[in-house]
């Protein structure tokens, strides 16, 4: 598993995006297009950022019944992503569904990694919005089984889970990471952090970093930055 940096191109806008990724020249980042600039710019973003040479993660998180799923899962591998993601709480059949969505005439797909409970879920809202009362890293645990179970290659978890997940799924089942500071920076609206270095030690396979990059003052550099911390 080759680990890397993959960078939150949250931004609302091609222009702004390509303004971004303009400054990085002679390097190809791995990028991650969320819900903000897939809706703003439509699949063509995705191809486009693809035309570059950029690896991308298309992290729109689907949700609905499997067939749904399905289909549009066969729509999202035609735009031919590296890696996609969905939310476990869908079950196993959904996520089943996204799988053989996702695979492609000739048995190739983008990898497939699940969403278990977001970072901004936590044990009270966990308790009183949804529901689930039993201890939120049992349930991050219980939808990574579940994940793997039902074929899909990993799962989006805080590089504080990554280690334990690994020992529950084997330490080929893939960890993408966000919730990634520099030791010196700001860690804005995120709870719990890591440094790239701490991600790394603990089994990260993929960290994801946003504003400590693309608001950085100069990108490039902290983009090196975390991938000396992090690959080397
Ligand atoms: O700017 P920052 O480094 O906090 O960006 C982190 C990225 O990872 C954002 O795109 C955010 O949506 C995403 N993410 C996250 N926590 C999750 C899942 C995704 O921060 N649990």
Known sequence: MGKDVIIAC????????FAFL???????????????????????????????????????????????????????????????????????????????????????????????????????????????EKPIADVVMHYAHNAKLAGLDGVVCSPLEAGKVHETCGKDFVTVTPGVRFADGDIG?????????????IGSDYIVVGRPITAAEDPVAAYERCVNEFCD
């Open 189 to 201: 609206d995120q709870k719990r952090v890591m440094t790239p270095a701490q991600a790394k030690e």
């Open 10 to 17: 949250d931004f609302d806008s091609a222009e702004k995006t």
């Open 22 to 132: 303009d400054k990085f020249t002679g390097r190809k980042p791995f990028v991650k297009i969320g819900m903000e600039l897939y809706y703003a710019e439509g699949p063509s973003i995705v191809k486009e950022i693809k035309k570059r040479g950029h690896k991308i993660f298309l992290d729109l998180k689907l949700h609905d019944i499997p067939n749904t799923v399905k289909k549009s899962m066969a729509v999202l591998s035609r735009l031919d992503v590296d890696m996609t993601n969905l939310h476990a709480a869908g079950t196993c059949r959904m996520m089943e569904a996204a799988i053989e969505g996702l695979t492609r005439p000739d048995g190739t797909r983008p990898l497939l990694i699940a969403v278990t409970q977001l970072t901004s879920t936590d044990q009270e809202s966990m308790e009183k919005d949804l529901w689930i």
